[in-house]
């Protein structure tokens, strides 16, 4: 196949951009600069498409398309804000924020949240649908890290990064609906963990103050999440 | 006709409460009580979270004082890490706390007490307030902003933001003290203290014009209670509590705050929510103290800043014993504000202020924690239970403005006392009940460890319970 | 003891064992098999318990937290031991129009119990199930798996009253 | 296996049958059964065996009217008996050969007027773990068809020449859908069948695997060799006991006939079909989840594309088809494309299914050709509402469908035709509610159902249908505001629209449908605090609808 069909040309919020076949329309907007705002995407993990942030219209497309699974065609002409785009994206934040208790201002991750951060810049002022205050359990039986589940989106950045990148597969999903929930194995302690192997990735991914390090808790923790796409890279070196 | 008169809300104090004065047939004062009706939260509400989110928790029962309980909080988790924390650490949470001494103070006594004092206890009601004495006496609302922003800024400098900062962590501090940032507090130090010396010679100077205050203003032997270090002196973070009877005797020298319960108690009464605490072994309600600056300063041996010990001086050679009226508050304030302002200086001229190890790391190896220190209105104890994961099972919080509970019911009793008789009640005595309360700054959001914002009000009621009259303001 | 060495010994003599086994083996102790031998479990055992879902993910070499993710996803099945009797209340459509509610409320009364529950002297367990697919004679109920159609609050009463009371 | 033998295997069976003078059709769907008729055959058998009858006794599927069972079918006289009990045994053999047994007389009315069976065109006619008397009416004919006659690009056209649409609710062209999987590259190909009837309410599936499963076994062959699968699976709700115990026995006897296994009918043909089990999750239902849960995974969607076609099992090109689209497939080789075309209209071509349940006279399974009117079924077949109570809605398409009121009964159903009326053909239930019926508590039912049944993984499901079905609940108490009135349409929209899977993008379907055609309802519930048919906790009245 030569290098010219391997380029696509769209346009994305009427700039013309060209691509590679392979990439998606986040990818590819990203590339450019021009920004979709994410939650469950990671660089260097499998995408979910679970929590919409990221849906952009696709001209001639019957629905909102997901930018991050979505891969970019000949002539494709996406919008990633618009005024209809932008009330979706606020009214989701607005069932994060009242799905479970996101209080900011005792949250280790204050001012270092994704979710916090997505909500300044979509200008989500204030939450007008009712807060759900379910009675959600923090586990701190693990010595270096904590699970407080009242702050967990269920990005499953976790489960991913675990079964991905460490291949652990400690984290998963239990439950479903509303009632889900991240575990550890069969749902017991993570201090009691036959399969983690404390490396920590899964707390450098969360997005928001649900993991953390005990030893970073009280306030101002900085995820670090960037070494993903390295260690793929080393990784895929070694083969 | 005998009735009850109830204040509800009781202006110009932190937080909501109501004053209920009974009166007889002939229309003298029988009884007064003080109702908290909020409920009694934060305890509850910690159990299951992780005990090193206490500090920024504890820290949102106020705004006023959230360093206070900063303080108080990062101690106890110390505590349960059974860490030392870095001398450096210490230090720098000594000044805020200090900072946040200042601009609490100067909250209370510019903002909600100085229209009393400056117009009056009988001054038109819409009179009374900061914005009218900031049009009527400039220089001394202008020195009562300076100060407060002095306190707030310093804050601000250490943490990063002024209220509720997460900065004070347990184990230490988040981050060290930049130098740039000491320059600037030391810059700032010379004009407070300027501010603070005039507040006190014009204080100084109107002081008399209060002598009748002065004795019905919770005027009455009680024991006071604050913490010292080992020379006696006045201690806001550390040391140990001292007691002293209304004679000036040290009847406990060196209690150990950590064991509080063993010589305080916590009596319950039913018309308020806020508890009763009292030493012990002299029971209660023989047991009832009173703590804040009225109680630090007339239990320390001196001050041990130059200006402000010259000021203690002063005040203490205006009785031989300690001070026993609760209108002495005030001035105990003004002094304490010039201290802590010393205080700060001195701390941070030290270089080792700057010293970059500032946080020391630890697991739980303690199952309990009890962390205590000087908040602006006394003493303030936070007590801690956790799992082995480090997890709240148990937390009970003394605050300060709890130990001056019965000696707050009794001033206002006796000031009511003194002036509510008869058919024809004048707002201004209304307002000298509301002012006796005023003087212990009372800080009600903290005592029940609620939420929100709570007014206090004054309401008046015949004996069958009928209200006559409700005095409620804004 | 290693995680997943080799094939776990069968954790008891008991013969139900046998036949998980035996399903496992049907399809070559396939990861993918992981439903179709809970499947087996779950009417072996009745439900799934720990040592249960051990002994499955050690034999097919599963994740643990994706066995409890699977168990704890699908609502056939069951953590916890069922009564001795199983009631089980259609909820779907053509029975709600027809009163199912008003069956599970009555059962909920007789039997102390939420749905859900089992008596705690373990004789009764209640259920609610999406849709048994006899909706012409609708409302349905399932008395230990037998089904019931066209029920009424007084002859399900009965029947429990018959199950209480032996 | 040849045509020879194919029509050897129909001569044996018909010559069985000829050796009997009388057959006694003895249903045994799950709704029958459940009332003990198959004790009600042995009783037949028996008494005819002691009567000296020459007399076929015979197990089979359902045969419709569910609410008259258990249902006898008496051949070849034709006659139909209803609540039939052990002890009518001796009554139905005497009458054999002459007058019916008049209080046995189901009373069906005009329930047969205007049916038409292709689906269910066996259906009460053989005994569905019998092989050879499905081939004795025609079965594996279609099979053997494409395998010596036609090309698999012949087989899609046929199948595209029909119009076939799928079953399963979607109603996507399923000769377009072969076509993709078929053009796709890839050594390993599979066929699913998806027989996770999850529409509570629907049974059309059940039945149809239960009384007739060699059809849909044959149809996934015809559609495996026009795909180029070898491998099937047939995922069936572990709810269905008896469907997944016909189905075994039917693959069983599928390979032991050669239909199923390596070199079907001597051609270099193989397929074989394998059973799942589903575990009660109705995201199940959902292509992507399916696939997850086939894998042995918890059954969450993924966001498509790429659709299985491309990728599906294991990563392998998948075709999806329901139940009842597989069923539909013999019939259109046998008679081809036109045929089945000739049925239905513009758009939406041959029979439907449906399960007809509700506040209806005659409840049951009914084959109908597309095009009918709702009315033609719920006051024709289906004889109306009982109890001289008035029809108020027919809900359709599940919970991902709407409540239609009297004003759109006259609908001639079609894919689209429902979809412009707000509700959508689903897999087949048609639910018919009277004026006991509160259609805001209908809407908060269908709410409960998707909140449970969301699978939890992208948000707005997720969380969007437990505030849509706490602001039904405020409203069916007589709590709530306008403004939860707009807020639940707000959630609507947006739910619609950003979730990731159909159950999500469908959910609010059922509120938005009440809310265009009974929204004084809700109105009588905010502002007058009253619940119109009486069910509401608000209402006066003591009748409570958790």
Redesign the interface.
């Known amino acids: 196949m030569s290098a010219e069909s391997n380029v696509r040309t769209l346009t994305i919020d009427g700039e013309e951009i060209s691509a590679r076949a392979d990439q998606t329309i986040l990818e590819a907007a990203r590339e450019h600069k021009l920004a979709i705002p994410t939650l469950c995407h990671l660089d260097g993990l499998s ?6 942030m990221c ?1 952009v219209e696709v001209k001639g497309a019957r ?2 398309l ?1 930018a991050c ?3 970019v065609e000949e002539g494709m002409e996406v919008t990633t804000h618009n005024p209809k785009i932008d ?2 994206r606020t ?2 934040l607005e ?2 924020f ?2 479970r208790n996101h209080i900011c ?2 949250c ?1 991750a ?1 001012g270092n949240c994704e979710l916090q951060s997505l909500a300044l810049t979509l200008g989500m002022t204030h939450v ?3 807060y ?1 205050y379910p009675q959600l ?5 693990h ?1 270096r890290f ?1 699970v ?1 589940h009242n702050r967990c ?2 990005c499953t950045r976790c ?1 991913r990064v675990c ?1 991905e990148i460490e291949g652990a ?12 929930l991240v ?5 017991e302690p993570w ?1 009691e963990s ?2 983690c192997t404390s490396c920590g990735k899964c707390v450098q991914v969360c997005p928001t103050g649900a993991l953390f390090e ?2 970073r ?4 923790v900085r995820k670090q999440p960037d070494f993903l796409p390295y260690l793929r890279i080393m990784r895929e070196g070694e083969q | 006709m005998p009735r009850t008169i109830v204040i509800d809300p009781v202006t110009r104090l932190e937080g909501h409460g109501k004053i209920t004065l009974q009166l007889d047939e002939a229309g003298i004062v029988q009884d007064a009580t003080f109702h908290v009706t909020q409920l009694r939260g934060f305890e509850k509400f910690c159990e ?3 005990f ?2 206490m ?3 504890t820290a ?1 029962i106020c705004g006023i004082c959230p360093v206070s309980h900063l303080v108080a909080s990062s101690k106890a988790c110390d505590a349960i890490l059974a860490v030392r924390i870095p001398a450096v650490a210490a230090d720098l949470r000594r000044v805020m706390n200090l900072a946040q001494l200042v601009q609490s103070h100067a909250l209370s006594f510019f903002y909600l007490s100085s229209p009393d004092l400056l117009l009056g206890m009988d001054a038109p009601a819409e009179e009374r307030s900061i914005l009218h004495v900031a049009h009527t006496h400039p220089s001394i609302g202008a020195d009562g902003v300076a100060l407060r922003q002095f306190g707030q800024r310093i804050i601000e400098l250490l943490a990063g933001k002024r209220i ?1 900062p ?2 004070t ?2 184990g230490g501090v ?2 060290p003290l930049s130098a740039e940032k000491r320059d600037t507090i030391l810059g700032m130090i010379p004009a407070a203290k300027a501010a603070i010396v005039r507040t006190l010679e014009w204080f100084r100077g109107c002081v008399e014009k209060f002598s009748a205050e002065i004795e019905v203003f919770a005027n009455f032997p009680t024991l006071f209670m604050g913490l010292v270090d080992e020379h006696g002196l006045p201690e806001y973070y550390d040391g140990s509590l001292r007691i002293i009877d209304s004679e000036g005797n040290v009847i406990a020298g060196e209690l150990n705050p950590a064991h509080y319960a063993e010589f305080i108690g916590e009596a319950v009464e039913p018309y308020t929510y806020m508890k009763f605490p009292y030493y012990k072994p002299l029971g209660y309600p023989g047991g009832t103290y009173r703590v804040g600056p009225l109680a630090r300063l007339n239990l320390a041996e001196r001050c041990d800043t130059p200006l402000a010990d010259e000021a203690w001086r002063a005040f203490r050679a205006m009785s031989p014993r300690p001070l026993l009226s609760s209108f002495h508050y005030h001035y105990a304030r003004l002094i304490e504000m010039l201290h802590a302002a010393e205080k700060i200086e001195s701390l941070v001229a030290n270089q080792a202020i700057l010293d970059k190890h500032v946080r020391a ?1 630890a ?1 739980v190896n303690s199952l309990e924690g009890v962390g205590v220190a000087e908040a602006p209105r006394g003493t303030l104890i936070h007590h801690y239970k956790v799992d082995e ?3 709240i099972t148990w937390a009970n919080l003394v605050i300060a403005t709890g130990h001056n509970n019965a000696a707050m019911n009794r001033g206002i009793l006796q000031t009511a006392r003194h002036y509510v008789q008869g058919e024809n009640i004048a707002e201004g005595m209304l307002n000298r009940v509301e002012a006796v309360v005023r003087t212990f700054d009372p800080c009600l959001s903290c005592s029940t460890h609620a939420l929100g914002r709570m007014p206090l009000a004054i309401e008046l009621c015949a004996p069958d319970g009928s209200l006559i009259r409700e005095v409620r303001r804004n | 003891m290693p ?1 997943y060495a080799e094939r776990p010994p069968l954790p008891s003599e008991d013969k139900r064992w046998r036949i998980v086994n035996g399903t496992m083996r049907k399809h070559g102790y396939s990861r993918n098999a992981l439903i179709e031998t809970l499947h087996t479990v779950q009417s072996s055992f009745g439900y799934l318990d ?1 040592p249960a ?2 002994f499955v993910v050690r034999s097919l070499r599963v ?7 699977v168990v ?2 699908y609502h056939f099945f069951s953590l916890k031991p069922p009564g001795k009797h199983t009631c089980t209340v259609c909820t779907g459509t053509a029975c709600y129009i027809k009163g199912a509610q008003k069956l599970v409320a009555e059962a909920e009364k007789r039997l102390h119990i939420r749905t859900g529950e089992t008596t705690p002297d373990g004789e009764v367990s209640l259920a609610t199930v999406r849709c048994v697919g006899d909706c012409g004679r609708a409302p349905v109920v399932l008395f230990d798996g037998e089904l019931s159609a066209q029920m009424e609050a007084p002859r399900l009463a009965a029947q429990l009253e018959r199950w209480t009371t032996q | 296996m040849n045509v020879e033998e194919l029509q050897q295997i129909a001569a044996q069976a018909q010559e069985e049958r000829d050796k009997f003078d009388y057959e006694v059709n003895v249903c045994m769907g799950t709704s029958c059964l459940s009332q003990h008729s198959d004790r009600i055959r042995d009783a037949i058998a028996k008494e005819a065996e002691s009567c000296g009858k020459k007399c076929h006794v015979r197990r089979t599927g359902c045969m419709g009217p569910c609410a008259a069972g258990p249902m006898v079918l008496v051949e070849p006289a034709g006659t139909q008996y209803g609540h039939v009990r052990e002890g009518d045994a001796k009554d139905i053999v005497s009458a054999l050969g002459g007058d019916p047994v008049a209080r046995l007389d189901p009373r069906l009315g005009s329930y047969f007027e205007g049916q038409h069976f292709v689906v269910l065109e066996n259906v009460g006619h053989i005994d569905p773990e019998k092989v050879d008397e499905y081939v004795a009416r025609g079965g594996y004919e279609a099979l053997l068809k494409v395998l010596t006659e036609m090309t698999p690009a012949q087989v899609i056209e046929q199948i595209s020449k029909s119009g076939l649409r799928g079953r399963g609710g979607g109603g996507y062209p399923t000769g377009l859908k072969w076509d993709t999987v078929a053009k796709v590259k890839g050594a390993q190909k599979y066929v699913i069948c998806n027989g996770d009837e999850g529409d509570p309410g629907a049974f059309m599936d059940r039945s149809v695997l239960e009384s007739d499963p060699q059809r849909v076994i044959e149809g996934m062959a015809i559609a495996a060799y026009a795909i180029g699968a070898t491998k099937g699976y047939v995922y069936v709700r572990a709810e269905y006991p008896l469907a997944v115990q016909r189905l075994t026995v039917a693959l069983r006897e599928a390979r032991r006939r050669g239909f199923l296994g390596n070199a079907i009918c001597e051609t270099t043909f193989s397929f074989d079909i394998d059973i799942r089990l589903g575990a009660g ?1 109705f ?1 199940c239902g959902e292509e992507t989840a399916l696939i997850a849960s086939i894998e042995g995974k ?1 059954g969450t969607p ?2 498509r ?1 790429p659709y299985p076609a491309v990728s599906g099992l294991w990563g392998d090109p998948t075709l999806i088809n329901n139940v009842e689209t597989f069923a539909n497939v013999p019939p259109i080789i046998r008679h081809g494309g036109e045929w089945f075309s000739s049925m239905g209209t513009a758009r939406s071509k041959g029979t439907k299914v449906f399960a007809l349940t509700g506040k209806i006279q005659r409840t049951g399974l009914v084959e109908v050709p597309m095009g009918m009117t709702l009315r033609q079924i719920i006051f024709g077949i289906g004889g109306g509402v009982p109890d001289g109570r008035k029809f108020k809605a027919v809900q359709t398409g599940g919970p991902s469908g709407g409540c239609l009121p009297e004003e759109h009964l006259d609908l001639s159903i079609s894919y689209d035709a429902l979809i412009s009326a707000g509700s959508m053909m689903g897999s087949g239930g048609m639910i018919v509610m009277d004026d006991t019926s509160c259609m805001v508590s209908v809407a908060r039912f269908f709410m409960e159902f998707c ?10 499901c ?6 849509m079905y ?1 602001l039904l609940t405020k409203i069916c108490k007589g709590e709530a505001t306008r403004r939860d009135l707009d ?1 639940l349409t ?2 609507c929209e ?1 739910v619609g ?4 899977c159909g159950l999500g ?1 469908t959910a609010p379907n059922p509120v938005l449908s009440t809310l265009r055609y009974f929204r004084h309802e809700y109105l009588a519930h905010i502002d007058e605090k009253r619940c119109p048919a009486g069910v509401c906790e608000c209402s006066p009245a003591v009748e409570v609808h958790a």
């Not at chain 1, 359990?137 to 039986?141: F, R």
């Not at chain 1, 808790?217 to 101002?220: R, V």
């Not at chain 4, 629209?497 to 990731?500: D, G, M, N």
């Open positions: 995408e979910v498409g679970a929590c919409r849906l629905r909102l997901p699974v979505t891969r009330r979706y009214m989701i069932l994060f009242a799905e201002s005792i280790v204050n007008e649908i009712p759900q359990p923090v586990d701190a039986s010595p904590t407080d989106v269920l489960v079964s597969n400690t984290w998963g999903v239990m439950g479903r609906g509303a009632q889900s575990i550890t194995d069969l749902k201090g036959e399969t005990k030893d808790a009280g306030s101002k | 299951g979270r992780p090193y989110e500090p920024n928790i949102r509720h997460g900065w962590v347990p988040n981050e790391t697991l994961n480090g997890l | 995680l720990e879902i051990k994740p643990l937290s994706q066995a409890y993710g704890t996803f | 999750a995201v918890r993924r966001p594309p909140m449970t049944e969301s699978c939890g993984k992208c948000v707005p997720r969380a969007g249908t437990v505030q706490n807020q707000e959630l947006v629209a950003t979730s990731l993008q």
